[in-house]
């Protein structure tokens, strides 16, 4: 009843090839950006922002990144952990050897080292395919993590554990631990928005399709006069560019002290793999909807176990752990393609209601 | 030039100059080796006849040796030790077993015929169920396995033997050749390949899919426990078992995910590679290379042969 | 996106709810988030920590009606050893009760890295017993972090000192040659300095040996041992990496008298696996095991006659389960140091610091908390965070199955410890923007 596109007429090539051809659509999705831009920074609290929305957001961001790899191009990827420590730590390097340097450029540039990096890692991929392909990043994976723990420049010569200092935009902290959680939250939010809005416009571009006919049969796309090498390593510099921002906010706003060994290991890779495939590979709203899951669900069962029933927090961490378990073979069963597949015949759905006939 | 003689001559001198270390490095490399077979062994069962890539697979190995070790403790000092052990074998066997009927009828079933990344993330979730309900059901504390194995070490002419590796080693050959009797001699090995081949195919001459299914995945639970008892004698039984699994990836990705034999190669060559190059070249630079080194060795090999060493040959088409 | 957020505010109002519903506790208490990791990798080690802390606080509670009559609330949050989780913990249980949190217990290296410049902010302090940061016990750039009775650092100059004596005199350590088989991160590499300082100074060469996480497979770095025979091995191992290590010790038939693990490498669990291969194995402490003290005696009447210990009534007096035990001590003394100091019973956190810097302890102090012979006294001061105590050297028996002092109680080089804990704090300050306070 709400959600009819009856009447909505397209006179326009631009209007047809708008991000969001229904208006409802775009009623909804400014309503939730005003929310965030404008409601939630005045009511945000340091519980939100470190333990919710920042995590929801810099994963959303990552999944985003390896979805373009993964989702669109094809290419799967376990080497996340790796590159996110890239970003990490090249913005690391960045602020404590040019302390004037604006931090919005060391977050953009920690992403290019990153990029950079994926290239490097993504050139097997010419040869080696499928589940095979993971053995090239986890190379790169496993061969990172080694290199920030054991080359000392990375960290400055101390011990392996880095620390953010405190940098600022427009004058106000956004890094270290005086920041103020809104500053920190608005701050992510930006990154986060823009990078969204970009990469929205990539994948349904000529990039894109490229991407995708990779996907499909890279054979086929290759008689298509698609050239596989370009094509490759773009989707790998592209997503790795974003999981090395991530890896890079991760440090400086999110945690403020990380290690590599510890906050970037393997387990973080199969965590944004997973983030993506209960999500929906291939979709942008996937990437959001799948980090959710696996950022929040764990938070909020725990919540509800020892606060709402007055567990002890061990066993509402084991029953946690089934429950979470548990709901990702559910989900799959129930919709193998994901969360965002659920929206998309949500609002099917909805069209339709309620008269379905 | 330093760089050259460290890289090309200084290990190759060590190796001359003491040839029995040389001889003890090859020979931990190639037990180590074997640990890792263990516990690719199960996944390439798995695959093989599923299609499944188990990430539950070294979760399966700390739930079956928990396990174990809890009911040993529950039987307690009352009854004689050989019997003990007997029986919780035979229990945890059949717990592993049921454990397979449960993944069969809640998992596998409602999810057939998905894409092979689905099927991934379902494994997923199945290990945090385990982890959670091993943890539960056994506790966290470190457990004892006592099995009486053997834990002294040979002096073989100045070469250190551990017998556990040695048991470990024969325990590994002997279930390899159990296994290869068993597809290639038996009636349902036989129809363990035909799935394997091609799943309708199967189906359509009355091969129950559901039934091998089953008996795959006991069969990897079983090896599972093995691996579980191997790792566990060493360590101690506690999560950090689960972890193992990370250290067969290199071997199956080496040795292919769909070869038995595959697993068993990829494991030595793994296990003796990361040996020698840890303490031959990467001693001297501080070293722990072996985590990554295992995966670049796997990579120059893959560069070759894009499938693994013994894996089925991709055949593209358009 | 709707979804998302749909669940978000579901969740949202049922924290609310449950804030609501605890929040009519009237009395004042003490609210002390412990962060626990019971299960994960590390629980083994993790459970005898929280169990003893545990069992401390509600023994106060039981005897003495809490701290000056104010009752402890412990509030446990479950981190599975997890820096991320940890980071939720923390956020979520700052604020908890009137008191909001006194004093904070991170319970892992890189979890204390994380919370130092947070918990500094919102002035609570930190108590991270014998890990975390060394060079946090320079007061003057640290004031909120504290890691008493002593650190890393000391301990590791503490073993060269207890080595040097076995080898009947310091001289004796030229030309000896020391291996250290250490955890590959933050925590493993904190001997390195220290032991590279020393080993210039007495001449001794110096092995590193790293394993990677979580350290199930060590065979090359035992060949290594095998092959390099140093005359002492050191250990700075966590988890499962410690049993492990001392299976494949005793499987290179090394001596285990002259192999000499961490505090953390030193505990029931550890040995469990070797069964008696690892008999004579050494580890550094900094307290007694055993439970044949005045206040463990009184910990099994007042709670666990009365049924509410949250262990095993057997582990009680495990050395981890006494090192858990002794942090509650600490943090409980602090809290009654601050009540004294500032007149009022209704501490916060920022009191609390007080109380910490102003904590010294004497053989008497020790005798009225029922720990006659437990540990050393020491004294901590605005300045020192560490407060220098000294460490002694445990052994394992395995006939008996347990741990047993075997050196005296070692004083640590201060001289040398104390100059690299200021070198390291000033970068730190320096690279963070902070100025020094000055202590007088």
Redesign the interface.
Known sequence: MFYRETGQFKSTYGDDQALFPIIQDRW??GA?LLVAFFVVPFIIN??WA???LL??LIYSLIALGLNILVGYCGQ?SLGTGGFMAVGAYGSYKLM?SFPELNIVFVIIASGGFAAAVGVLFGL?SL???G??L???T??AQ??LI?MF??VGWFY?Y????I?S??REVFGVLVT???ASPAAQYLFTLCIVAVFTWIAMNLVRGRVGRGWMAIRD?D??AE?LGIRPLQTKLLAFAVSSFYIGIGGALIFNL??????A???F??LQS?FVL?AI??GG?GSV?GS??GA?FMA?M???L???L???FSV???????????L??????FF??KE?HG?ARI?GITKEKLRLWPFPY | MDFFQALLITPFVIMWEDPLFLTETLIKGLMAGVLYSLVALGFVLIFKASGVFNFAQGVFALFAALTLTGIMDMMGDGLPKPLVIIIALGLTVAVMVLLAVLVERFVLRPLVNQELIILFMATLGLSYVLEGAGDLMWGSDVKVIDLGLPTDVWDVGGVFVEQLDLVAAITAGSMVAVLAVFFNKTRIGRALRAVADDHQAALSVGISLQQIWVIVWSVAGIVALVAGIMWGSKSGVQFSLSLIALKALPVLILGGFTSIPGAIIGGLIIGVGEKVAEVFWFDLHGGAVENWFAYMLALVFLMFRPQGLFGDKIIERV | MKLNKLVLGAAAAAVMASAGLTSIASAYEYTIPQLVYRTGAYAPNGIPLANGYLDYMEMLNQRDGGINGVKVNVIECETGYNTKVSVECYENLKGEGESGAVIINPHSTGVTYALIPKATEDQIPILSMGYGRTSAADGTVFPYVFNFPTTYWSQASAFIKYVGEREGGMENLKGKKIALVYHNSAYGKEPIKTLEVLAEKYGFSFLKLPVDHPGQEQKATWLQVRRNKPDWVFMWGWGVMNQVAIKEAAAIRYPMDRFIGVWWSGSENDVAPAGASANGYLAGTMHAPGSDFQVIRDIKKYVYDAGLGSGDRDRVGEVLYNRGMLEAIFSAEAIRKAAEIHGTNEVRGVHVRDGLEALSFSEADFTRLGLEGFMEPFAVSCEDHEGGGPVAIQQWNASEGKWVIVSDWIEPMHDIVRGLVKEDSAAYAKENNITPRTCS
């Open positions: 909804l999705l939730i340091d519980y470190n333990a919710i995590p929801f799967i404590t097997p040869r080696i395919k589940f095979y993971a053995v090239a986890l190379a496993f061969f080694w723990n054991k400055n101390e011990l392996s554990q620390t200092p405190p270290g631990a005086k049969m054979i086929a008689l999110w945690l403020g002290s990380v290690e060994t510890e906050a290991d393997i199969f997973f495939i209960i590979l709203l959001f909807l959710a929040l764990p938070v909020i725990k919540l509800l020892v606060d709402g002890s927090a061990v066993h509402a961490k084991h029953v946690e752990f089934i979470v378990g548990s709901l990702i073979i799959l069963i193998p969360l929206w």
